[in-house]
């Protein structure tokens, strides 16, 4: 039960956030619209979690990774240098092999 709510919570942020990048950047709605269709699995290193995220073409959706199709390319990585993905020097982070890419890493890139 407390699983299944964290899931609703982490989705809805996700929307909003989606929502608040489309409205700031015409890139971003440009993005989701490239990516439709297209899925990113998320293999947190350490936990039992692995999400897949998909472009609808107007926003993201998130999935457990067993209830989801396969993904286009996949992200591996602990905690923190997935977070660090998010910084001003993503690159960085995969050059020192914190994340690996593993599939189609243009579609990695993109997400």
Do not use: K, N
Not at 15 to 40: I, K, N, Y
Request: glycine share 8%; proline share 5%; net charge negative.
């Amino acid at each position: 039960m407390m699983a299944a709510a964290a899931e609703v919570m982490i989705e809805r942020l996700l929307e909003r956030a989606v929502a608040h990048a489309c409205a700031d950047s015409p890139r971003t709605a440009g993005l989701l619209e490239a990516l439709r269709g297209r899925r990113l699995a998320i293999d947190i290193s350490g936990t039992p979690w692995r999400v897949v995220v998909e472009s609808t073409g107007r926003t993201l959706t998130l999935s457990p990774a067993a209830m989801a199709p396969s993904a286009d390319a996949t992200l591996i990585g602990a905690p923190l240098s997935l977070l660090a993905l998010t910084g001003a020097d993503a690159q960085a982070v995969i050059q020192r092999g914190d994340v690996r890419m593993e599939g189609d890493t243009t579609t990695a890139q993109q997400f």
